[in-house]
Structures are given as structure tokens and as C-alpha cells.
């Protein structure tokens, strides 16, 4: 492996930051080199809350093996409505209460279903671990894990019965070091919110896979990083292939939905 002269300057590599790197290496450099701000979509901001919300329940439930009542669920999503806000307002598209309420439906929807279902061993668990062949270590934080599996919680504005290619790719990772099959869990921001689980949709399940090829991926993308870095530097534009997916741009700091966006790809319609 030719990664004897690696000089990307990061003391780790994440799932995530790998898996943003497969999808698109400019929002990698935009946002993992030059640094750029990040900007606070509506969708992340729920996302952020909800996620921080059940956290809370299962933390207290891997304590005392009890779910919070819902209206304590509820007392702890305001707070971290207003810890969240604290971190900057997000672009409101909505009315800000019609967010909360939204959002209180969805923490209900996932209270009253889906949360009794889990019974947590670890939460928001924190892994650093070598891969063999790469020369920094990896991180990654597990949302709930399980006697025998992973859970992942999303969220996202309609049904989704099947993992996104960067989830998967996250659950690749978390397998190396869990050699658990990874559920997922999408509760939906519609106006009746729904959960799709592996009951409502199978392909929400990603059995145990063979570790060699998930480490050789793994190596193969951090040697294109490196080959990168090396041929463009931290200045010059890296390959834009974020925009052959439907969906990354939109969630992109640099990308359409940014005012003055920093990506080759849009800064020059940013006027239109």
C-alpha cells in the first residue's frame, strides 16, 4: 500500500469523514480542510435534537432499565431545543413553533414505538481503533448498541426503506469493531410522522459482512485521499462528485443551498 508518505495533516480518520470523502472529496476538503463554516439546515437541527433526545432515554434506560415517561422525553427535547439553539439559529423555512411541534410528534411517535423495543448496552459508544494498513487510527460513535446488534437512529423528511450508501458504508465500519449486524431506524418529518424500521422495511438491516473487503475499501479510499491531497493540495478544487448524488449537495456547507456557496460547482450561480 502506498501510504509510506501519507501527509494529510488529520490525527484520525472517522466513519463519517471517509464516507463523506467516497461521496464527494471536494466537500471533504471544503469542509474537513479549508474549513469552512457550517452552515445549520432546518433538517440537521431537528435531526440534532431528536437524536440528543433519545439519547437521554437510553442512557437512563441502560441505568435503571426503565424508558423515560414521555412527558420527562419531552421536558428533555425542549432543553435541547434551546442547547441547540444556543449553538447558532438554524435557516427557519418554517415557523419556528410549527418546528417544535413537528419535532415533539416525531420524539412522540418514537417514544411510544419504537424506544420500549431497545435494550441498550452502550450508547453513543466511542471506538478508536487501527485498521491494519492505515496509518492513522479510526473513530466512530455507535448510537445504541445492543446484546447481539447496532442501532442507528436517522431522521428525514419522507419514508426511506433502504440505508443511503454513506449509512452503509458507516455500518461497514462499525462491524470491524462490533461484528454485530447493524438496524436502522428513519423516523419520518412528515406531518404525521412515521418510523420505518426492519419490521416495516427489511432492507433496513445490514448483516455481518466479510471484514477483508470492508478494510479494503477503507484502504483503497484513504490512498485516493492521500493521492489527493498530493496531486491538489489544500487550495485547488478536488473532484466534485457530490453532485451525481440527488441528495449531497443539498446537505453540502458549500453546496446550492448556501447563499455564497464556496464549491466550484455553484459559486458562479450563487448571483441567479
Known amino acids: 500500500m502506498r501510504l509510506s508518505g501519507f501527509h494529510l495533516p488529520v490525527e484520525h480518520l472517522s466513519a463519517s469523514s471517509i464516507a463523506q470523502f467516497m461521496t464527494c472529496p471536494e466537500a471533504f476538503r471544503l469542509e474537513r480542510i479549508a474549513k469552512i463554516p457550517k452552515r445549520r439546515f ?9 437524536h440528543d433526545t433519545i439519547e437521554e432515554n437510553f442512557r437512563q434506560k441502560m441505568d435503571t432499565g426503565n ?6 422525553a419531552e421536558g428533555v427535547y425542549k432543553y435541547k431545543w434551546h442547547e441547540e439553539l444556543e449553538k447558532g439559529e438554524p435557516q427557519w ?18 417514544h411510544t414505538a419504537v424506544a420500549p423495543t431497545i435494550k441498550p448496552i452502550a450508547v453513543e459508544q466511542r471506538f ?22 447496532i442501532d442507528e437512529f436517522k431522521t428525514s423528511k419522507q419514508a426511506v426503506k433502504s440505508p443511503k450508501p454513506n ?16 438496524y436502522w431506524t428513519i423516523t419520518t418529518k412528515q406531518k404525521t410522522p412515521v418510523n420505518w424500521t426492519w419490521q416495516t422495511a427489511p432492507n433496513l438491516i445490514l448483516p455481518i459482512q466479510n471484514p477483508d473487503n470492508t478494510v479494503r475499501m477503507m484502504t483503497q479510499a484513504v490512498e485516493m ?3 489527493y491531497w498530493l496531486r491538489y493540495g489544500p487550495t485547488r478544487p478536488w473532484p466534485t462528485t457530490g453532485v451525481m448524488h440527488t441528495w449531497a449537495c443539498d446537505y453540502c ?7 455564497n456557496p464556496a464549491c466550484v460547482v455553484w459559486k458562479d450561480n450563487s448571483a441567479n
Open 225 to 227: 485521499l492521500n493521492d
Open 128 to 149: 478508536e481503533e487501527r485498521v491494519p494498513g492505515l496509518p492513522l487510527p479510526v473513530v466512530g460513535y455507535i448510537d445504541v448498541e445492543e446484546e447481539r446488534l
Open 167 to 182: 449509512w452503509r458504508f458507516q455500518g461497514l465500519i462499525y462491524q470491524l469493531f462490533s461484528r454485530k449486524p447493524i
Open 42 to 50: 432546518l433538517d440537521g437541527f431537528i435531526g440534532s435534537v431528536h
Open 67 to 72: 424508558d423515560q415517561t414521555y412527558e420527562q
Open 253 to 259: 456547507s458549500g453546496g446550492p443551498k448556501n447563499p
Open 93 to 110: 423555512t418554517e415557523h419556528p413553533e410549527r418546528v417544535e411541534e413537528l419535532g415533539l410528534k416525531m420524539l412522540k411517535t418514537f
